[in-house]
């Protein structure tokens, strides 16, 4: 970027700048070599500008006005910023700002929103998707009825069908006119043109693909006889209907039972016995989920000790792996020990290998019969490390000390070099022995530094989903559950096995739970901060 | 203020090119994947493995038709929650590769189309037609039929076994301490254990006309139970033929050693097998009862969707071009597996392999793609390792099926 010492001057002061000060600026810039930072600075925008462009194009074609609208205000915005010689700050700040709003505002205000909806399985169109898809599906060929050869034809704009029947006769018809005798010329078995009408190509068919999917023959005068409906353009079949929609009175009866469905606002067409239709389209449910979440007693009785689990879970792993890694480097940052370079790559390691692969092979090791641990570390000994409920939770434990140590090796290493020797000099002189050094002055200040990285820990841990979800799947399985959830499911995977797995899905449950996880989360977190700033006082 | 205003001149001929640039490049990209497509364009999403598959019929189509068949390859694993979730915003496919037991999830989100087969319905195998019929009403064309049978490993076992006593017993006697393997896993997989469920005559649901019958739960009738009994007698407390350790790798791998002379798979893992060195022959499966052991069969094809612009198009090109036998063959060729179309089954069936799997396929009955087998999904793999690992098997059944009837009632 080609700002100067001049812009922060500049920004700093609302006044405009005098004439020597432009001049100043005008110097400065020429001596700071500013052509290639220029050069760079139009690269990059030209870049920005470049990629919005192809995004205006690809959502104008699409008919994506307000995202469109969105994406030119802001890059022209960014040009304007970037552009112009003051607006220092806002040239540090936009690009934080916009990947703020894109990837964490916008996500969070979606998932917000579809908790308060029905999306899921059966609720995930408009209304009249669900009217459109009943009434297709509603459609059923009459038994027994011969496939039609046909010939579509217009006449005055008015499609028909040229229908040719098993014994060779020609009919045609319209929407509003039945089946009527016409003679028509023939090509081979099939009638292919008429006096009167124009015989559409298949290209023109295609072209007016809407109307025939709309064109419905009847077969006679007599409805229940049902109508002729071509799903190519070249074969029609006899249908009745099964339901029916009243567009009036919204709603659709069931033409053999006299069933009658309404729209009684749950988002699906609804008998009066309560039976619904499906597909139904998605409403907006206010605060349904969050209250299903905690009171529906397949959910809430499941909920109770998943989140007591996923609470020890969360804090012994942060503990487990901050003193593990703590001890680990306290010896290594012994001067007296030989070879510490070599020894902390090799403590580094299960961080360099991603932790799904890591966990998978946690899994083929701790296999009862076949794992490597039951048969070589132990000879051979059935020790059920996944099978076991509480096995199965020590194992988590145990893989996730594994992945988690060398992180907090590294902060604590980091920390403990921050901390000047001449305190524990001091103290020594002082007399003290090294377990009070370690205790009462060293721990102390090491935790200022770590303990905001503590909290983000326990935070990731609290949904560290690959860890359960790769190595015991939330398994062994809680058979006296009503919903399929295991004995190591922390929430984040309960809640995926709730909504996502089995054939049917619920966006909106998922949604509300993830807030109330994420408000969990957020309130612990703002707690331990609070205690923190108490450590701070001790400097 | 004189290098702001060359800036400015510059920023904007940077400007200009890459518009045009990017115009002149997004001219030839309309209708890709994503976007809504324009009448004269099919969007065909096909698993990855079969797209060149299908491009000998796509530009066929296009030359006789004029129509263009855009292509577009997708991640197995993503295919059917895209298309559910993007057809209801006007943006997926005309048209979906994907498998029958899609179609209960499919249709309750009405994001598919029916489809007439019309007279050709007669042309493809009946089990077929059964799968890709939902509330007696088709929305599939299918193109491949799949079932699972067992590999025998012809160099030590050189004769099939009469039934599963017969099996364990040939295996021993050549001096296997496991003979026989199958996929289960710490949550069991009942997909693999159905065909040994079905020889005791328990289904998971009854069928009326309109094919399986959500309301007529059959599995925790009398067969069941004693195919809960035979189970745990076959665990861990009893013979150990069925392990929930033996996962899918573990099952390979002990046949591709020749430590197991059977193996109840796909025929997805047959190449698997042939590669190893292994002499494959196919198998039916062998029964523990007198009656036989029907695997379940899983039908591949193609949806139509319910928001295409394209309906009429799309039609036409599924019924009269990928029901062909032609094309059958060629997808076929791509993925291995017996072909939906009953002709394109004859000719397939020339490869002994594919033969093996078809008398199989004879017995299978279609997995049910009712969206009431997501409760039963649930419960039956964890039930039946509970068993397989020493549970009591008729208590344990019967709550199985308890469990699955308040799933159903409370969803």
């Known amino acids: 970027m080609s700002t100067t010492i001049d812009d922060e001057v500049a920004s700093g002061t609302p006044e405009k700048p005098t004439k020597r000060q432009r001049q100043a600026a005008g110097i400065a810039d020429a001596a700071s070599g500013g052509v290639k930072m220029l050069l760079i600075k139009l690269l990059a925008l030209g870049l920005v500008d470049a990629i919005s462009l192809y995004a205006l194009f690809i959502l104008v074609s699409a008919g994506e006005w307000l995202i469109a609208a969105i994406v030119a205000v802001v890059t022209i915005a960014v040009n304007w910023i970037y552009f112009s010689r003051r607006r220092l700050p806002s040239k540090y700040l936009t690009p934080g700002v916009i990947f703020l709003v894109v990837f964490q505002v916008f996500v969070l205000v979606y998932t917000g929103y579809i908790a308060f909806t029905n999306y899921g399985t059966g609720h995930n169109g408009s209304k009249e998707q669900a009217v459109s898809s009943l009434m297709a599906s509603s459609l059923q060929r009459v038994e027994d009825s011969p496939t039609y050869p046909v010939t579509v034809v217009d006449q005055l704009g008015t499609l028909g069908l040229l229908v040719t029947d098993p014994d060779g006769d020609a009919f045609v018809g319209t929407n509003e006119s039945p089946l009527t005798e016409v003679d028509a010329e023939f090509d081979g078995d099939k009638a292919v043109a008429v006096d009167g009408w124009t015989t559409l190509q298949f290209a023109d068919v295609l072209a007016r693909t809407d109307e025939i999917t709309e064109l419905a023959v009847p077969f006679s005068d007599d409805p229940n006889d049902g109508a002729l409906r071509t799903p190519d353009g070249s074969s029609a079949y006899q249908y009745i209907s099964t339901l029916e929609y009243d567009e009036a009175a919204g709603t659709i009866t069931d033409v053999d039972t006299g069933t009658v469905y309404s729209d009684i606002g749950t988002g699906a067409f609804t008998a009066p016995d309560g039976e619904e239709l499906l597909p139904g389209w998605q409403i907006t449910v206010g605060f349904d989920n969050f209250v299903r979440a905690v009171t529906d007693p397949r959910l809430a009785q499941p909920l109770v000790y998943v989140t007591l689990w996923t609470f020890a879970f969360a804090i012994i792993s942060v503990a487990s792996t901050f003193f593990l890694g703590l001890f680990l480097a306290i010896v290594f940052n012994d001067m007296r020990m030989r070879g510490r370079k070599y020894y902390r790559v090799v403590m580094i390691l299960p961080y360099a290998i991603p932790s799904f692969l890591s966990a998978l092979i946690w899994a083929g090791m701790m296999n009862e019969s076949f794992g490597f641990i039951n048969q070589v570390i132990f000879g051979g000994a059935s020790i059920p490390w996944l099978t076991d409920p509480w096995m199965a939770k020590v194992s988590v434990l145990i893989v996730n000390l594994w992945l988690g140590f060398p992180y907090m090796f590294l902060i604590c290493m980091g920390a403990l070099q921050s901390i000047p020797d001449d305190i524990q000099e001091a103290a020594t002189v002082d007399g003290a022995r090294p377990w009070a050094v370690f205790r009462l002055i060293k721990l102390p200040l090491l935790l200022v530094t770590v303990a905001p990285l503590l909290i983000a820990s326990f935070a990731f841990n609290f949904n560290n989903f690959n860890v359960i979800y790769m190595l015991t799947d939330g398994g062994p399985r809680d058979s006296d559950a009503p919903i399929p959830v295991g004995f190591t499911d922390i929430l984040i995977t309960m809640v995926y096995k709730v909504a996502f797995t089995g054939q049917a899905r619920d966006y909106g449950l998922a949604s509300a739970y993830s807030i109330i996880i994420f408000i969990v989360v957020a309130v612990i977190s703002i707690i331990a901060f609070r205690r923190t700033k108490s450590l701070e006082e001790l400097n | ?411």
């Not at chain 2, 007696?136 to 699972?148: C, D, F, H, K, R």
């Not at chain 2, 026989?180 to 005559?201: C, D, K, S, W």
């Not at chain 2, 035979?230 to 407390?237: E, H």
């Open chain 2, 1 to 411: 203020m004189r290098v702001n205003k060359k800036s400015l001149l510059a920023a904007g001929a940077v400007a200009v090119i890459a518009t045009l640039g990017l115009a002149s490049c997004s001219a030839g990209d309309s209708g890709s994947e994503g976007e809504a497509s324009s009448s004269g364009t099919l969007t065909v999403w096909v698993d990855a493995e079969r797209v060149d598959a299908m491009k000998g019929a796509a530009s066929a189509y296009t030359d006789k038709t004029g129509v263009e068949v855009e292509l577009v390859g997708k991640d197995v694993a993503d295919i059917k929650d895209d298309f559910i979730q993007q057809v209801p915003t006007g943006k997926g496919p005309d048209i979906t590769m994907g498998a029958h037991d899609w179609l209960g999830e499919l249709s309750t989100n009405g994001v598919v189309a029916p489809i007439e087969l019309g007279d050709s319905a007669a042309d493809y195998l009946p089990v077929a037609i059964a799968a890709s019929t939902y509330e007696g009403t088709t929305y599939m064309l299918p193109y491949a039929v799949e079932n699972i049978a067992v590999l025998r490993n012809a160099d030590l076992i050189p004769e099939a076994a009469a039934n599963f006593d017969d099996m364990i017993a040939k295996g021993q006697a050549a001096g296997l301490t496991q003979p026989f393997v199958v996929e289960q896993g710490a949550e069991g997989n009942p997909y693999h254990l159905y065909p040994f469920q079905t020889a005791f005559g328990a289904p998971v649901f009854g069928s009326n006309d309109q094919g399986y019958d959500p309301a007529d739960l059959q599995l925790g009738n009398a067969g069941g139970e004693q195919f809960a009994t035979w189970l745990g007698g076959q665990g861990k407390n009893g013979t150990g033929v069925f392990n929930t350790d033996i996962d899918g790798e573990i099952a390979k791998q002990a046949f591709l050693d020749g430590t197991a002379a059977f193996w109840l798979t796909g025929p997805w893992n047959v190449g698997a097998a042939i590669d190893a060195g292994i002499n494959v022959s196919i198998d039916k499966v062998p029964s523990p009862t007198a009656d036989p052991a029907q695997p379940f069969a899983g039908v591949k094809g193609f949806f139509i969707s319910s928001e295409s612009k394209n309906q009429v198009a799309a039609n036409d090109f599924l019924v009269n071009y990928l029901g062909t036998e032609d094309v059958q063959l060629e997808l076929f060729e791509a993925g291995n597996i017996l072909p939906a179309l009953s002709a394109a089954a004859d000719t397939a069936s020339s490869d002994p392999i594919i033969e093996g799997f078809a008398a199989v396929g004879e017995d299978a009955v279609p997995m049910p793609a009712i969206p009431a087998m997501g409760s039963v999904w649930t419960y039956w793999g964890i039930a039946e390792a509970d068993i397989i690992n020493g549970a009591d098997p008729v208590a344990t059944w019967q709550k199985l099926a308890a469990d699955v009837q308040a799933a159903i009632d409370a969803g």
